[in-house]
């Protein structure tokens, strides 16, 4: 990403402005889609520059997605205060129907949710009202928040030594939905070292889903 890519935007929500980073492709390339990103639990320092929020964006942004991040209320210049979830979910939507209204029914023809560990909580639930077309979830807080079950070609990623989300937990959250899940060996919880890995993972995973998507599509529409 580059900063010709970059702008910072308050978005209103319920609680005062929501302080958002949306990157969009330049020209000659055309978006293919929207993706946003939660962040982690805010109340443990999540905020929209988490490094693998931000891997998560790069991944997305490399294929030609519009890819915003945003603070949740009470966080950097977001207004408000911590709301256990539930405020923070609507963050989400206020952003969510945002970068919807700038394109005035002319939206990308593919939506996206990605998420890191509180923010899949937040993404699993968002799910549920806006069906993406792509989904990635990073080491799910499972038994932590509540988790939405999510479309089962959602790809979970998680550390095999993971010390605050233990792969255990979200095993057992992923096992009833048979999602498919990538394990990655000698992993904590913050992916030290193991980013580029990661963000292997996600792009492969997101070219596949794109290449699914694309026979259901006009032609150039992805």
């Not at 308050?10 to 929501?18: L, M, P």
């Not at 979830?85 to 023809?109: C, F, I, K, Q």
């Not at 939506?111 to 639930?125: D, K, N, R, V």
């Not at 070609?153 to 992923?174: K, N, Q, R, Y």
Request: charge should be neutral.
């Amino acid at each position: 990403m580059t900063p010709k890519t970059l702008t910072r935007v308050t978005v209103q929500g319920s609680a005062g402005h929501i302080e958002t980073v949306i990157n969009t492709p330049r020209a000659p390339h055309a978006p293919c889609g929207i993706a946003l990103i939660a962040a982690p639990n805010p109340q443990q320092g999540g905020t929209l520059d988490n490094k693998i929020v931000t891997t998560l964006a790069k991944s997305y942004f490399s294929q030609n997605f519009i890819v915003a991040r945003f603070n949740y209320r009470g966080t950097g210049a977001s207004e408000g205060a911590w709301d256990n979830g539930v405020g923070e979910l609507d963050d989400a939507r206020a952003v969510w129907r945002y970068l919807l209204s700038l394109y005035h029914g002319n939206l990308p023809p593919i939506t996206a949710l990605g998420g890191f560990s509180f923010g899949c909580a937040i993404q699993s639930q968002l799910a549920l009202d806006i069906h993406p077309d792509i989904m990635t979830l990073i080491a799910p807080a499972a038994k932590r928040f509540a988790l939405a079950h999510v479309p089962p070609e959602t790809l979970v990623v998680h550390g095999d030594d993971d010390d605050v989300i233990p792969f255990a937990d979200a095993l057992a959250w992923a096992r009833p939905q048979r999602l498919p899940m990538v394990v990655m060996p000698d992993c904590g919880h913050f992916f030290h070292g193991r980013l580029p890995d990661l963000q292997k993972v996600v792009t492969r995973f997101i070219l596949a889903r794109l290449a699914e998507i694309s026979t259901r599509l006009p032609p150039n529409s992805v």
